[in-house]
């Protein structure tokens, strides 16, 4: 299941980063070139670049790279490592499957407009409609991390002196 989320993933950054490419350099070159250019080109850019993020956003949470909050966690004994690991991973899972049923309601509720972006000319529910999905991939991801923490096959935790030995 976690290699289908992977592709899809991959997929929609991809697609993403290469229309948001597509569409910057089609405006640079209409508008310096040629004097001309599409209104709404700045917005597609815009919700396709947001969209390829927030994709990223879930490849950092599976590989670790997402922001959090160690401090408490590195000055634990090792056997408490564990479960701190467990519990930031159910609040996360938590939090990021409130963010995806918000998400979803708030992009429901736009798709019952029928309302149109004004700068992009495209769908608000398409504009809107990131949340969930990514919101559901980084829910997917924390579960993932929290079999890992539960099962004890994820990484080994570095100590806080590597870490900071590495940012330097």
């Known amino acids: 299941m976690f290699r289908i989320l992977g592709w899809i993933e991959e997929g929609v950054m991809a697609v993403c980063i290469a229309g948001a490419f597509v569409c910057g350099l089609a405006q640079v ?61 159910l609040v996360c899972i938590a939090f990021t499957g409130t963010l995806c049923y918000a998400g979803f309601l708030y992009t429901r509720f736009v798709w019952s407009l029928d309302a149109v972006s004004a700068e992009a000319f495209i769908a608000e529910w398409l504009v809107y409609g990131v949340v969930p999905f990514s919101m559901a991939c980084f829910a997917l991801r924390h579960g993932q991390r929290l079999w890992q923490a539960a099962t004890g096959t994820d990484a080994p935790h570095e100590s806080l002196e590597t870490k900071m030995a590495k940012s330097l």
């Not at 070139?33 to 390829?52: D, K, M, Y």
């Not at 879930?58 to 490592?81: F, I, K, W």
């Open 29 to 89: 070159i209409l508008r310096y070139a040629f004097n001309a250019g599409f209104p709404w080109t700045e917005g597609v850019l815009i919700v396709l670049a947001v969209w390829a993020a927030m994709m990223a956003g879930s490849r950092a949470v599976r590989d670790g790279h997402h922001v959090r909050v160690e401090v408490v966690a590195d000055n634990l004994p090792q056997p408490y490592r564990r479960w701190a690991a467990i519990v930031t991973e």
